[in-house]
Nanobody, 123 residues
Framework: QVQLVESGGGLVQAGGSLRLSCAAS????????MGWFRQAPGKEREFVAA????????YYADSVKGRFTISRDNAKITVYLQMNSLKPEDTAVYYC????????????????WGQGTQVTVSS
């Protein structure tokens, strides 16, 4: 069983930066692929970024490539999402997820989800 708690969301002006953290519990964290997804009001949950269990492989949605960076610290059982050059269209609730399989761009590739953290980017 893995429990995930996101933090770091907030209100920021366009062009600004935020770093989201996702703290995990459970001894098997280092064996899980991790992903970040987001959901804006009235829209479906969409893929943002993912990282393999070792951290060697990372994947990004085209909309955030070059602006966002996913990383993980297995010793601290935490995954991060550094978000730079934020845009109003990045406004959403951001969720982290853990999956026992390979890093995936699809929500059904993950077994555990956090409660989400709100990110609001003002223009």
């Amino acid at each position: 069983q893995v429990q995930l708690v996101e933090s770091g969301g907030g209100l920021v002006q366009a062009g600004g930066s935020l770093r989201l953290s996702c703290a995990a519990s459970g001894r098997t964290f280092s064996t899980y692929a991790m992903g970040w997804f987001r959901q804006a009001p009235g829209k479906e949950r969409e893929f943002v970024a993912a990282i393999s269990w070792s951290g060697a492989n990372t994947y990004y949605a085209d909309s955030v490539k070059g602006r966002f960076t996913i990383s993980r610290d297995n010793a601290k059982i935490t995954v991060y999402l550094q978000m730079n050059s934020l845009k109003p269209e990045d406004t959403a609730v951001y969720y982290c997820a853990a999956g026992a399989g390979l890093a995936s761009r699809y929500p059904n590739g993950y077994d555990y989800w956090g409660q989400g953290t709100q990110v609001t980017v003002s223009s």
